[in-house]
């Protein structure tokens, strides 16, 4: 009868030890989370100061071409944060989609590949950098074609709230557009 007491009394406090172990293991995760959450808002600040110091006006946070629906049709999203102190009227964005191994793709109804789209504002200037921050923007059915696979940017458009208008193009849209995030990496 003793053991058994023992025992069950072993087995409470080996209980009560664990829990708090794990309680402790709850609380450094939570800790590690939090910093990881303020340390990535951080970098993503840092990003955007950046990129307002190098006249840098956008970042291209998602570029992202869907899956071909039951009819073929490919749908084309983009995100971007505004890293200018104006506001956007307008975004275009020229846009190119490839197969997996890096074939400019046409579209099987219209036999366009290339073709731009054009997000509407007003678009504030990014303030928080979240990682969900900015203007998102979807567009239906762009191309179809089964085999795309990912969209390459080659241009930006922007027109601001009084008309005058900023062209990116060149080796800056490989620093306002990270491959990462859906452009082809071919």
């Known amino acids: 009868m003793i053991r058994i007491f023992v025992f069950i009394g072993l087995s409470f ?36 100061n950046t990129m307002r110091e190098k006249g840098i006006p956008v970042r291209v946070l998602e570029l992202d ?8 049709g490919v749908d084309l999203s983009f995100q971007v944060a505004n890293a200018t102190n104006r506001d956007f009227k307008y975004i275009e964005l020229t846009v190119t989609p490839f197969n997996r ?15 731009t789209v054009k997000g509407i504002g007003p678009m504030k200037p990014t303030v928080k950098y979240g990682s969900f921050d900015g203007h998102y923007f979807s567009f239906d059915n762009v191309w179809y074609n089964g085999t795309i696979n990912c969209v390459k940017l080659s241009e930006v458009k922007i027109t601001y709230m009084d008309n005058s208008e900023q062209f990116v193009t060149g080796e800056i849209l490989s620093l306002m557009s990270p491959a990462k995030h859906g452009g082809c990496a071919l």
Request: charged share 25%; net charge positive.
């Open 13 to 48: 406090l080996l209980a009560l030890t664990a829990s708090g172990c794990v309680n402790k293991h709850k609380q450094r995760m939570a800790q590690l989370e939090e910093q990881t959450r303020v340390d990535a808002a951080g970098r993503r600040k840092e990003i955007m």
């Open 65 to 72: 071409a869907g899956r071909a629906n039951s009819a073929g």
């Open 101 to 115: 191994v890096g074939d400019v793709i046409s579209s099987e109804i219209n036999g366009r590949s290339t073709i």
